[in-house]
T-cell receptor
């Protein structure tokens, strides 16, 4: 089982460029999440989708948009990248209630 | 606002030692608490989830306890091994989506052979 798959693994962008981070899960989970991890800040929730067709803002949504394409896929888009968005981005999935989160291996994004 | 603190930030122990990692949170109104392990350059792996109505969970050499009233959780690792070396993260879910986790900054554990 692949679990949660994120692409790409690494990306370098120039300020102002756009890109989409892809995430897919094969565990038939209803809920999916995007987190960012920064040194000294820990992991913070960007957006989540409790079920197919719904999305909600997390703690740090500014500068990002998301799409829950279907039950398997949840993408994160940076419309105009800024150096402050340099981070490691993690996608995760779970069942809605009292279930552990399953994380992908992350996308390391650098914005210059 | 919920805050999660993990002490110590780093810990180095000899192989075979039993150890305790600590996690504290400021708001006791949590839905559940999860412990994760993160290896360098990798994602997080769920170790244990304790529901708010539970006091502890066990998996192999790991035991996690939860005391909501005092806002504390501990992760006990028995007979530590070099393969246990990793960063251990604690996270609490405060409701809404249970994936809306508030994470501590982690404890980096090094187990020396």
């Amino acid at each position: 089982n692949a679990g949660v798959t994120q692409t790409p693994k690494f990306q370098v962008l120039k300020t102002g460029q756009s890109m989409t981070l892809q995430c897919a899960q094969d565990m038939n989970h209803n809920s999916m999440y995007w987190y960012r991890q920064d040194p000294g800040m820990g992991l913070r929730l960007i957006y989540y989708s409790a079920s197919e067709g719904t999305t909600d803002k997390g703690e740090v949504p500014n500068g990002y948009n998301v799409s829950r394409l279907n039950k398997r896929e949840f993408s994160l888009r940076l419309e105009s990248a800024a150096p402050s968005q340099t981070s490691v981005y993690f996608c995760a999935s779970s069942e809605p209630y009292n279930s552990p989160l399953h994380f992908g291996n992350g996308t390391r994004l650098t914005v210059t | 606002k919920q805050e999660v603190t993990q002490i110590p930030a780093a810990l180095s122990v000899p192989e075979g030692e039993n150890l305790v990692l600590n996690c504290s949170f400021t708001d006791s109104a949590i839905y559940n608490l999860q412990w994760f392990r993160q290896d360098p350059g990798k994602g997080l792996t769920s170790l244990l989830l304790i529901q708010s109505s539970q006091r502890e969970q066990t998996s192999g050499r790991l035991n996690a306890s939860l005391d909501k009233s005092s806002g504390r959780s501990t992760l006990y690792i028995a007979a530590s091994q070099p393969g246990d070396s990793a960063t251990y993260l604690c996270a609490v879910s405060g409701g809404g989506s249970q994936g809306n986790l508030i994470f501590g900054k982690g404890t980096k554990l090094s187990v020396k052979p």
